[in-house]
């Protein structure tokens, strides 16, 4: 939590939920993770975009994962972690 407390102070415990899912499952679909972790549709697209380069609310995110739709399925949305996402992964 330290780790990510220090990207920002006010990271909630949801956000650090779907990182650490996608840390173990990427990439994955982002309903795999509402499934997996219980989040509506909602909560876990705001957890996303707090995770990835923009933050919904008009301040930077924490830059650690990527998203676009599924060129297989484009209802879907595939997530992976970025290189800074990676980096994170190696020191927890």
Request: with cysteine.
């Amino acid at each position: 939590m330290e780790h990510l407390r220090g990207l920002d102070r006010e990271v909630p415990g949801q956000v650090v939920s779907v990182f650490l899912y996608i840390a173990v499952h990427e990439p994955c679909h982002k309903i795999a993770i509402e499934e997996d972790l219980g989040f509506t549709t909602a909560s876990c697209s705001r957890n996303i975009t707090w995770l990835s380069y923009k933050h919904r609310l008009k301040k930077p995110g924490l830059g650690l994962v990527q998203f676009e739709r599924d060129p297989y399925n484009r209802k879907r949305y595939i997530v992976w972690l970025t290189p800074q996402g990676k980096e994170l992964v190696k020191t927890l």
